[in-house]
């Protein structure tokens, strides 16, 4: 069963040439975790203080807060990058770490072999990205490029190709640290569907974001890391509410509402398009024309089944 669970997780980083002047600026910073000494008197930064997941398939959970609050790091924890240095983290299932979009990409082979090779970073198989390789090709437009390096693509380029690999992967738990921005706003359209559906693939989603659009659309509970804590968790207007103010929650909650109004408009037109495909299969008339004056079935006919197109 794909699950996430972590008690009382510690992540500390020890700082073993920090001098006292340096350390009395981190701590004053607004940024970062809590620094302080250890037994051995080693400068330490809490990165992670006390967190606690209880997470299920079905969890789709974005994490918010400031520059340095924590979320990477809990993204490397949960991954198996970091290990707990007090408390335990225990993680069920595949695990699909996307924190850097360009992390696996080799600046001087070809579009086509970064493709395999950022699919192998992400747990796939060669065989499995030959077989996605025209479906990446086309999503990411970037035509005879794909044949040229990458150190010719611009960021935007670069960008395209690694969303069109990280977005056919199959995960179990999807690891994802937000790192779009420099491509334009008709793609950004064509990506954030791709998002979606690789989302709905994932059995369970943990999105860092800066994005409140991002969190509407992809997450239905939020948590807010502040200086490595869980500061509140809950439904992403809530959490949104609780770390930015009641305007960025109305825009969330707006955000929201339009998504359910758009859901339920494309169910009722799915169910028009699905009544309206209902044909006569015995060899009469199609598409409710039977005569009026027919009480079913005529003489010779076989059994009457239905069907849709």
Not at 118 to 133: D, H, I, Y
Not at 158 to 176: D, K, Y
Not at 250 to 272: G, T
Request: proline share 4%; glycine share 12%.
């Amino acid at each position: 069963m794909v699950a996430i669970d972590t008690y009382n997780a510690c992540v500390d980083f020890p700082i073993f040439d920090a001098k006292s002047r340096s350390m009395k600026k981190a701590v004053l910073g607004a940024a970062g975790g809590v620094v302080g000494k250890n037994d051995h008197d080693v400068v330490i930064v809490d990165a992670l203080r006390d967190i606690n997941l209880h997470l299920q398939e079905g969890d789709r959970v974005g994490l918010v807060g400031h520059n340095g609050a924590g979320k990477s790091t809990l993204l490397r924890l949960l991954s198996g990058i970091y290990e707990p240095t007090r408390g335990s983290a225990v993680i069920d299932g595949r695990v699909a770490p996307v924190f850097d979009l360009g992390v696996g990409m080799d600046p001087e082979i070809s579009g086509y072999e970064n493709i395999i090779i950022r699919g192998l970073f992400l747990g796939q198989t060669r065989k499995q990205m030959k077989a996605k390789m025209d479906e990446i090709a086309e999503f990411s437009e970037l035509g005879e490029f794909l044949s040229m390096p990458l150190r010719t693509y611009s960021t935007g380029m670069r960008i395209r190709l690694a969303l069109g690999v990280v977005t056919s992967i199959e995960p179990e738990i999807l690891l994802l640290d937000e790192g779009i921005g420099a491509v334009d706003a008709a793609f950004m359209t064509k990506a954030r569907k791709r998002l979606q559906e690789l989302v709905e693939r994932s059995g369970i989603l943990v999105f860092a974001s800066h994005s409140n659009d991002f969190l509407a659309q992809l997450c239905d509970t939020a948590i807010w890391i502040d200086h490595g804590e869980i500061r509140s968790a809950g439904r992403v207007t809530d959490v949104v509410r609780a770390y930015e103010g009641d305007g960025a929650a109305d825009h969330v909650q707006r955000l929201i509402d339009r998504m359910v109004d758009d859901d339920a408009k494309e169910r009722l037109s799915r169910q028009a398009e699905a009544a309206a495909g209902i044909v006569f299969s015995d060899g009469g008339p199609h598409d409710g024309d039977r005569p009026d004056d027919s009480d079913g079935p005529r003489p010779g006919d076989g059994p009457m089944k239905i069907h849709r197109r």
